[in-house]
C-alpha cells in the first residue's frame, strides 16, 4: 500500500513539474512575441515619428507693384522674386552653381507657396514681406539630424557652403520646425517634403466603400441561403468547400482575376476605387460568409421553434428573428475582413493602382492609389526623405487598422446576447 501511494506520488510530482515547464514555456512565448511586437512598431515609430515635423526658412522678398498685377496675382512668376531675395539674403553666391545651390535651401515648390500667400493678403503688394517657406528635403534631413555634417563632402548631399549658409540661417533664427500639416492634407509628390497620404487615404476609403457596398449584402445572403434554406446535397458541400477554400487563396490571384475580368473583359477604368472595390470584395466576400454563418448557427434554435410555432413562415423567421440576433456577429466578421482588406497591396498593384496620383480623387472613377500602395511607392522610392515618410504612413495605417478592430470589437461586446 505504501509503494503504490509512493509510486501515485511520484507520477503526480512528474506531471506538475510537466505543467509547470509548459506554463514557462508559454510565457517565454509570448514575451518573445510580444518582444519582436514591440521592435518592430519601436522601429517603426522611431524612423516615422520625424515626418510629422517640417522644417522652414524665413526669406524677405521684395513684391513690387509694377511686376505684380494685382486683379491675376496666381498669374505673377513669384519664383523671379524668390530667387532675388535668395541671392540677395547671399551676396557670396556670385557663380551660376553656386546661385543654384542657394535655391536648393527651398522647396522648388516654394514660389507657389509665395503666390498663395499673397493672394490671400493682396495688401503685401508693393512693399517687402517675409514668408516662412518650406525648406528643400535635403536642408530637412540635415536639421533632423540625419545628415551627419563630419562626412566628406563628396558622401553628403549638401555641401559645405550650404552647410554654413544653413548655419547662418540657424544664427539668425530665420529656420523653425512646424508640425507637417502637408503630410495629411496633400496628395503624392516627387518632392520628399511635398508628399502627402490625403490623396492615397481617400482611395483607400472609397475603395472600402465599394467593397463594403458588394461583399456585405452578398456575403451575408449568401450565408443565409446556405445555412438556413439549402439541404444538404453533394453540390452544396461543394460550394462550401470552395469558400472555405477561397479562404485561403492569395490575394494576388484576386488582383489576376480582377486585371482578366474586369479590365479587360469588362473594359472598366484601370486604376479607380471602382475596380480595387470590386477586387477587395472578391477576397473578403469568403470571410464574411464563414463569418455570417458561424453567427446565424450561434443563434438558439429555439428562437426558430418558437417563431415557427406561433406561424411564421421560414422568410418570416429567418429575416425578422434570425438575422436580427445574428447581424452583430455578421457586422464584426464584415469590419474584420474590411481592416484586412485595407491592409491588401498585391491585388490593387495588378488592377494599375501603383500610377503616380498627385490630385485627391473625388468620386469611385477617378484614378487613384491606396495607403498601402502608396508606401510600397515610397519605400522604392531613392530618396532619403521619403523613408521617414514611409515609416509615418506605416503609423497611420496601423493606427487605422487597430480602430476598425477596436470597433468589431466594441460592436460584438455592445450588440451580442448571451443565451
Known sequence: MTEHVEILSIGSSKRHRAESRFRVYGIIAIVLSLSFLLIMVGSIATRGITA???????????????????????????GKLLKSALRDRFPEATSRK????????????????????????????????????????DVDMYLKGYIDAELAESQRRLNDKQLKW????????????????????????REPEQAGILGAVVGSALSLLVCFLLSFPLGVLAAVYLEEFTTQSRLNRIIEVNINNLAAVPSIV??????????????????????????????TLPTIIIASRASLRAVPPSIREAAMGLGASKVQTTFHH??????????????????QALGETAPLLMIGMVAFIVDVP?????????????????????????????????????????????VAIILRRRLERRW
Open 322 to 339: 434570425v438575422i436580427p440576433l445574428a447581424m452583430p456577429g455578421m457586422l464584426t466578421g464584415s469590419i474584420i475582413g474590411m481592416a
Open 362 to 406: 473625388q468620386g469611385i472613377t477617378d484614378a487613384a492609389t491606396a495607403l498601402p500602395v502608396q508606401i510600397f511607392l515610397w519605400a522604392d522610392s531613392p530618396e532619403r526623405g521619403f523613408l521617414e515618410k514611409t515609416s509615418a504612413a506605416i503609423m497611420v495605417l496601423l493606427v487605422f487598422l487597430i480602430a476598425m478592430n477596436l
Open 254 to 283: 484576386f488582383g489576376l482575376l480582377g486585371l482578366a475580368i474586369f479590365l479587360n473583359f469588362f473594359g472598366l477604368p484601370r486604376s479607380t476605387p471602382l475596380v480595387g472595390g470590386m477586387v477587395l470584395a472578391l477576397m
Open 52 to 78: 510629422f515635423k517640417q522644417s522652414f526658412v524665413f526669406v524677405e522678398i521684395d513684391l513690387p507693384a509694377d511686376k505684380i498685377d494685382v486683379d491675376d496675382i496666381k498669374g505673377t512668376r513669384f
Open 166 to 189: 544653413i548655419k547662418q540661417l540657424k544664427t539668425h533664427g530665420h529656420v523653425e520646425s512646424r508640425f507637417n500639416t502637408q503630410f495629411f492634407t496633400g496628395g503624392d509628390s
Open 98 to 137: 553656386e546661385k543654384k545651390l542657394v535655391y536648393g535651401l527651398v522647396s522648388s515648390t516654394a514660389e507657389y507657396s509665395v503666390r498663395d500667400q499673397v493672394v490671400e493678403n493682396p495688401e503685401l503688394v508693393g512693399s517687402r514681406a517675409g514668408f516662412w517657406i518650406r525648406a528643400s528635403s
